[in-house]
């Protein structure tokens, strides 16, 4: 990436990151919603990357329609990213964070089952369930003890 483009994203950083210690955690999800194009602007101009943007843009697109940054459904998002959605969900639900506790697996599965079709590809949905079941059988196994 140029100096360039850096100057350019860290100062959008910077503003963004300014805005929203002034206006508060709507501000702030409004920050989270733009990793996915700060992302893609990172990569644009690596060529290693091309083919991976529309997939990094567009894993908080969901099913239905009401995602973002575009609002894109159905199969109009790119299958990889609909792929990225599905493990990105599983990540955060099995993942502790600062306001609860990691869910178990079964807790996820359940979750992941009820946004088939809305957030979530229903036959990525169907095709991820039953190999999480099948590798994750022991339930004190942590999802993050086996990276692929």
Avoid: W
Wanted: with cysteine.
């Amino acid at each position: 990436v140029g100096k360039t483009e850096k100057q350019t994203l860290g100062n959008l950083r910077r503003l963004l990151t300014a805005r929203c210690k002034r206006d508060g955690v709507a501000c702030e999800f409004a920050y989270i919603k733009e990793h996915e194009i700060l992302s893609a602007r990172i990569l644009e101009p690596l060529e290693e990357f091309k083919e991976t943007i529309p997939y990094i843009l567009h894993h908080h697109e969901n099913y239905d329609g009401s995602g973002y940054p575009h609002g894109l459904a159905g199969n109009f998002i790119p299958k990889g990213a609909r792929i990225i959605a599905v493990a990105d969900v599983f990540d955060a639900l099995t993942t502790g964070r600062d306001y609860r506790g990691a869910l178990s697996i079964d807790q996820s599965v359940t979750i992941l089952s009820e946004m088939r079709g809305k957030r979530l590809d229903p036959e990525l949905v169907d095709l991820f369930i039953p190999a999480i079941r099948k590798n994750y059988q022991n339930p004190t196994k942590d999802p993050g003890d086996k990276i692929v």
